[in-house]
């Protein structure tokens, strides 16, 4: 029996394996009155991974044509074969039948010509495939034997079906050196942090020698972070690339991105009044916040879009205290929000009306768990919705996820279907922050807020 994957050369129309058509007279074998048995051989041959079928039995079912019954007279049986029946024959004798017609003549050859295809390719491939991920699965178990007691990720073999279910097995192998992609992975989970933090583009020239190996869409980094979920349990696969790098201690870049700020700065700098700043990664790890003076208005404004920054600026940029996350807040914003709530500043939080807004305001309230809700209310959704959206996008409904302080918001935001944005508030959010306060607020404590309070859900702010 010729192997899975063997040769073709010889063939002249790389049909068959091991050249058996040579020196073989196939004419009276491909007469359209055969085909019908080439065609079940082929059947089999493909569900055995076995191109030549020269060995053992199979079982055929003869047609009701008595002319594609005669033609096989003296191949199967000396006399024609009743219709519709079920026969075992024998490979083995067949083929010495054949051989008659060509000296290297196999079952499998003849129905492959028959057929006009190689057959048994796909079990073939399958075996390949089935061996080259065996062969990747014991490299990855040495890899991840070899990491430091100290590394923050570690793998284990549970994480491999894991790997399967996320595609990320499939991209593996698609790579042109997939051995070489795993090593580079794991010698990137070996430089991770164990206590510190990272720039990526340093981590990726240490552990990869390219600046740019872990750069977003690289497959090394797609693999390292799917090693790194599957071995941090993360099911969700709702993180983005950016919070999952947070999450192991690796900043994309720690002087792009932060806080947009108005009136709000760290301890010690000077900005003139209404001036806009960008406090950067960098500067937040490190920025201490001062606390706010006596018998002064206590509340700091957080926001999603720039828009709501912009007309502060352009209305009251005196006046104003004001952050912007520009987008999801990243692990570094959400500190720097929760030490300048520890110093006594109150935290009002909003954001659009949609997945990522409804997640930045549960995740400023996780990390900030005395921050109020700013004008987030079923009320004011349907206020924000536009009347006639010219490109109405619909809303994820399966990913909103809950709006514990106003259980509502969440139900009547998945009966419409559609998001709403802060632009449509920006008059009333102007209002309020021109009174330095959300509406409906109570006097603000005196004294700083601890950063270790049990969490609970802000008050929501109701609408003016």
Not at 34 to 56: H, K, N, P, T, Y
Not at 78 to 104: E, F, K, M, Y
Not at 165 to 186: I, K, N, V
Not at 384 to 409: C, I, K, M
Request: hydrophobic letters at 40%.
């Amino acid at each position: 029996m010729s192997p899975p994957g063997s040769s073709q050369a010889d063939c002249p129309e790389q049909l068959c394996h091991n050249g058996a058509c040579r020196s073989a007279d196939l004419t009276a074998l491909l007469s359209p009155e055969v085909r019908w048995l080439w065609e079940q051989i082929a059947r089999r041959a493909d569900q055995r991974g076995d191109a030549a079928m020269d060995s053992s039995t199979i079982t055929i079912t003869t047609p009701d044509s008595s002319a594609q019954r005669a033609a096989v007279i003296g191949l199967l049986a000396p006399r024609a074969l009743p219709p519709g029946v079920a026969r075992r024959i024998d490979l083995h004798r067949l083929t010495q039948t054949l051989n008659r017609r060509g000296p290297h003549l196999t079952p499998g050859a003849v129905a492959a010509h028959a057929l006009g295809r190689p057959l048994a390719h796909r079990a073939a491939d399958k075996a390949r495939r089935t061996a080259r991920l065996t062969t990747l699965q014991h490299l990855r178990s040495r890899l991840a034997c070899a990491l430091p007691p100290t590394a923050p990720v570690r793998p284990d073999d549970t994480g491999w079906d894991s790997l399967r279910r996320r595609g990320s097995l499939a991209r593996l192998l698609q790579h042109p050196d997939p051995e070489h992609l795993l090593t580079a992975a794991f010698t990137v989970l070996q430089h991770l942090p164990a206590s510190t933090r990272a720039d990526r583009r340093r981590l990726a020239h240490t552990a990869a020698g390219n600046p740019h190996a872990l750069d977003a869409g690289t497959e090394l980094a797609g693999l390292v972070l799917a090693e790194a979920a599957t071995a941090q349990a993360d099911t969700g696969g709702g993180a983005s690339a950016r919070e999952a790098w947070d999450r192991l201690g690796v900043d994309l870049d720690t002087l792009t991105g932060g806080l947009l700020t108005l009136g709000v700065h760290p301890a010690g700098w000077h900005i003139p009044p209404g001036q806009p700043s960008l406090l950067v990664p960098w500067v937040l790890h490190r920025a201490l916040w001062p606390a706010p003076r006596h018998n002064e208005d206590r509340w700091v404004f957080l926001t999603e879009n720039p828009s709501v920054a912009a007309a502060a600026l352009d209305g009251i940029p005196d006046a104003v205290r004001l952050l912007c996350t520009v987008g999801t807040p990243s692990r570094t914003e959400l500190d720097a929000v929760a030490r300048l709530a520890a110093t006594g500043w109150r935290i009002a939080v909003r954001a659009d009306f949609d997945c990522a807004g409804l997640a930045l305001v549960r995740a400023v309230i996780a990390a900030v768990p005395d921050a109020e809700v700013w004008r987030m209310t079923a009320a004011d959704y349907t206020t924000s919705l536009h009347p006639a959206p010219f490109d109405a996008v619909l809303l994820d409904t399966d990913r909103l996820g809950e709006t514990l302080w106003d259980p509502s918001l969440a139900a009547v935001m998945r009966a419409h279907g559609r998001p709403a944005y802060e632009e449509a508030l920006i008059d009333e959010l102007l209002a309020d922050l021109r009174q330095s306060r959300p509406p409906g607020s109570a006097p603000a404590r005196s004294g700083p807020v601890s950063a270790q309070m049990p969490l609970r859900v802000g008050r929501t702010a109701g609408s003016a």
